[in-house]
């Protein structure tokens, strides 16, 4: 399986922008033989979005913008994965959609939010973090920028048989340390593929710090930018991941990341502190 990272940021407040955006780089992905595309956070609405901007743009379930996106994914039979603000009901949520060729799509609302950017606004997701996007190339775990700081939403997505985890995120200039080290923790601790998209520069107010990343479950960095562009490619065994199909092997014994864990022993709500 090929993944591609779009390492470049929305632009806030211009959706027909980020759209035609979307497109360019969903064909040239597509053309390279990449099998699912990640967006980073926000991609269609962008953040740096006051209260007032946020409801106007945010989109709902039966937005044109939506139904463009399923087209440019079955157009080239890919999987895409984008993120918008959305409003149900008059509530916003920062969301991401992994849209597969048929037209099906998952749905994901950020479950853990900051207080920057258009996150003042939203409210947090409640989706069931056990439960992977069945997809014809592998299982896809999705969360959004600020959930890779709590090991529990990754840890449930692997436990729920996920192979690869999306992060599509956005750093602000003195986070730097986030997307430095915690895919790769995520990565190796889960036996998982881990893509983050997470492109750097300044959109209004924002300054934000480049984070794109695909890694391995061996916590190696991998994948290459494609000439003339922002994407990054790399070839994914999916098989060969997962929190039950993963066992590193060393010179003189290997690991099981699900047998040799000891959850009879881990604090959760409602037990007793010792």
Aim: hydrophobic share 40%; proline share 5%; net charge negative.
């Amino acid at each position: 399986m090929r993944l591609a990272v779009l390492d470049r940021l929305g632009t806030s407040g211009d959706i027909h922008f980020n759209l035609e955006t979307a497109h360019s780089a969903t064909n040239k992905a597509a053309k390279a033989g990449a099998d699912i595309i990640l967006f980073s956070e926000c991609f269609l609405t962008g953040l740096d979005l006051d209260e007032t901007e946020s409801h106007d743009l945010a989109l709902h379930e039966e937005s044109q913008t939506w139904k463009t996106v399923a087209d440019f994914a079955a157009e080239n039979d890919v999987c895409l994965a984008i993120g918008a603000l959305t409003n149900k009901g008059g509530e916003l949520f920062n969301s991401l959609r992994l849209y597969l060729p048929s037209g099906e799509f998952a749905h994901y609302d950020k479950s853990h939010i900051p207080p920057i950017g258009a996150d003042k606004w939203v409210s947090p997701g409640n989706d069931n973090l056990a439960r992977p996007a069945q997809t014809d190339v592998g299982r896809i775990g999705l969360l959004v920028c600020y959930d890779i700081r709590f090991p529990e939403a990754a840890r449930s997505l692997a436990l729920g048989g996920a192979q690869l985890l999306l992060f599509p995120a956005a750093y602000p200039a003195g986070a730097e340390e986030v997307p430095r080290h915690f895919p790769t923790v995520r990565a190796m601790e889960n036996g998982v593929f881990v893509a983050m998209a997470a492109g750097g520069g300044v959109d209004r107010s924002l300054e934000l710090s480049s984070g794109s990343q695909i890694v391995s479950p061996l916590g190696e960095q991998i994948g290459e930018r494609l000439p003339d562009s922002d994407l990054i490619l790399a070839d994914l065994d999916l098989d060969a991941a997962g929190l039950d199909a993963f066992k590193p092997v060393y010179e003189n014994y290997r690991l099981s990341l699900s047998a040799d864990r000891r959850p009879d022993l881990y604090w959760h709500e409602g037990s007793s502190a010792r």
